[in-house]
């Protein structure tokens, strides 16, 4: 079993949808937990913290479930410039992130 | 402030072969983590260091190594390269005292 799994997606929305990943991780030591925006060929860029009280930044929604073990984001009235794999990741308590596979989101007109 | 840095951009190596990446760390960042990323894949932690030491690693072999250097810059070296090393190699910097980090943007490795 993968540490931190997600799906893959891709997810294929139209312009001013919500849409809602999820993802699960293993190790309930886990510290600090994180989305990431990886653009095609470029490096992660921090999106959000995820807290337990969960968390808001604009269109954005972030959620963490420590009994679950389980994190969501929830992205409402998507731009086309929101197309982007977003990582889910974890923080151990070594001190190294962990991260998903990604799930691949496509916004289109 | 600065952002991370990585050199070179992309890199062409063949099997058996040695390659040094180098990283310098976002301006204040006094720790320095590697992750090496395969195609389809999320990157996947190599090494850490802090305080010129290594602070924690991955699953990777001895033939992966590093350094940090005083003004907390670092180096990632691999050694006798296979195919499989082929991947975009990222350097994250970040506060001991905080847990985000910050990516560089990445060198890409290909193995022939």
């Known amino acids: 079993r993968k540490e931190v799994e997600q799906d893959p997606g891709p997810f294929n929305v139209p312009e001013g949808a919500t849409v809602a990943f999820n993802c699960t991780y293993s190790?309930?030591?886990?510290?600090?937990f994180f989305w990431y925006r990886q653009d095609c060929r470029k490096e992660p860029k921090l999106l959000m913290s995820v807290y337990s009280s969960g968390n808001e930044d604009g269109r954005f929604t972030a959620q963490l479930n420590r009994a679950s073990q389980y994190i969501s984001l929830l992205i409402r009235d998507s731009k086309l410039s929101d197309s982007a794999t977003y990582l889910c990741?974890?923080?151990?308590?070594?001190?190294?992130?962990?991260f998903g596979t990604g799930t691949r989101l496509q916004v289109f007109p | 402030e600065t952002g991370v840095t990585q050199s070179p951009t992309h890199l062409i190596k063949t099997r058996g072969q040695q390659v040094t990446l180098r990283c310098s760390s976002q301006?204040?960042?006094?720790?320095v983590s590697w992750y090496q990323q395969a195609l389809g894949q999320g990157p996947q932690f190599i090494f850490q260091?802090?305080?010129?030491?290594?602070?924690g690693r991955g699953n990777f072999p001895p033939r992966f190594s590093g350094l940090q250097f005083p003004n907390y810059s670092s180096e990632l070296n691999v050694n006798a390269l296979e195919l499989d090393d082929s991947a975009l190699y990222l350097c994250a910097s970040s506060l001991v005292s905080r847990p985000e980090q910050f990516f560089g943007p990445g060198t890409r490795l290909t193995v022939l």
């Open positions: 260091y802090y305080r010129e030491e290594e602070n």
């Open positions: 301006s204040g960042h006094n720790t």
């Open positions: 190790n309930s030591a886990s510290q600090s």
């Open positions: 990741v974890v923080k151990t308590n070594t001190d190294k992130l962990i």
